[in-house]
């Protein structure tokens, strides 16, 4: 039983660089979550996914784009990287229900020089 | 709009203590009240939540949290705490109605010295 995972667990980039996180989950959830964690700044939301084909923005989605082609699948792409987006990433997944929670992946950490 | 508050970025505590971890929120209508924990280098790990019913939540590793609804708080806690409880955790927030989407706070890290 998997749960949620996401790849690769590091990554440097060089400023304007593009790279795809990968997120996957297996629990069959409809609900899916980005979010970026940063020091003393708790977790923000930058999108979020109901169901496959349906995304939108969170509280911080300028420079992220995102897909959801399947109901297992929400990739997470950065076009221009930028030194503002270092930061760890995770992603979660749900049922939608308010009272269910989110199962999270062990992050993704990113550096941008 | 729903929102969390950890006023405190880290707490201190010797091994054996009991320990507190204040969380307050704010909410137009009820509320569904989270704990997570973050060991270095992982994911959020689910600890306890609130949905309804008594005002005592207990979870996992032999935490438990207090829901207050007049003081809008959710304070975690644990009779007597250990070294490996040493971690980050967050406070989340959600509404009963609608969709799913957690509002964390900030966290708070938790250090127990031996």
């Known amino acids: 039983n998997a749960g949620v995972t996401q790849t690769p667990k590091f990554r440097i980039l060089k400023i304007g660089q593009s790279m795809t996180l990968q997120c996957t989950q297996d629990?069959?959830?409809?609900?899916m979550y980005w979010y970026r964690q940063d020091p003393g700044m708790g977790l923000k939301l930058i999108y979020y996914s109901v169901g496959a084909g349906i995304t939108d923005k969170g509280e911080v989605p300028n420079g992220y784009n995102v897909s959801r082609s399947t109901t297992e699948d929400f990739p997470l792409r950065l076009e221009l990287a930028a030194p503002s987006q270092t930061s760890v990433y995770f992603c979660a997944s749900g049922r939608g229900e308010g009272s269910y929670g989110y199962t999270f992946g062990s992050g993704t950490r990113l550096t941008v020089v | 709009a729903q929102s969390v508050a950890q006023p405190e970025d880290q707490v201190n505590v010797a091994e054996g203590n009991p320990l507190t971890v204040k969380c307050t929120y704010s909410?137009?209508?009820?509320?569904?009240l989270f704990w997570y924990v973050q060991y270095p280098n992982r994911g959020l790990q689910f600890l306890l939540k609130y949905i309804t019913g008594d005002n005592l939540v207990k979870g996992s590793y032999g935490f438990e949290a207090e829901f207050n609804k007049s003081q809008t708080s959710f304070h975690l806690k644990k009779p007597s705490a250990l070294v490996s409880d040493s971690a980050l955790y967050f406070c989340a927030v959600s509404m009963n109605t609608g969709f799913q989407k957690l509002v964390f706070g900030t966290g708070t890290r938790l250090l127990v010295s031996p």
């Open positions: 629990m069959n959830h409809n609900y």
């Open positions: 909410v137009s209508g009820n509320p569904y």
